[in-house]
């Protein structure tokens, strides 16, 4: 399983930006789909995920009304809308996949199975 992530960049405080993850040798319909961030200096940290099955949704509390998890499940794809951005959200992005995940373990990183690369995105202020 191959998980590349596109999208970031930089833009201004109060921009949008969004964020792509495609999958590649494996649908992931079953799976559970999340995006991390890392910002410098800080511990990789849980940002959004979508649950396996009925693709409920799950945010962190900073970016609860400002972002949108979706799945595309026909292209393997995993989208993170990202609006009214804002400076403490610079950070590398990652996104990542759990086959086996349990609801309680949907916020750790260790849950997860399949990581992909980063992709930077930088708020200016």
């Known amino acids: 399983v191959q998980l590349q992530a596109s999208g970031g960049g930089l833009v201004q405080a109060g921009g949008s930006l969004r964020l792509s993850c495609a999958a590649s040798?494996?649908?992931?319909?079953?799976?559970?789909v999340a995006w991390f961030r890392q910002a410098p200096g800080k511990e990789r940290e849980f940002v959004a995920a979508?649950?396996?099955?009925?693709?409920?949704?799950y945010y962190e509390d900073s970016v609860k009304g400002r972002f949108t998890i979706s799945r595309d499940d026909a292209k393997t794809t995993v989208y993170l809308q990202m609006n009214s951005l804002k400076p403490e959200d610079t950070a590398v992005y990652f996104c990542a996949l759990g086959s086996r995940l349990i609801l309680s373990t949907i916020r750790s990183a260790s849950a997860y199975d399949y990581w992909g690369r980063g992709t930077l995105v930088t708020v200016s202020s």
């Open positions: 979508v649950f396996r099955g009925a693709g409920n949704t």
């Open positions: 040798g494996r649908t992931f319909s079953r799976d559970t």
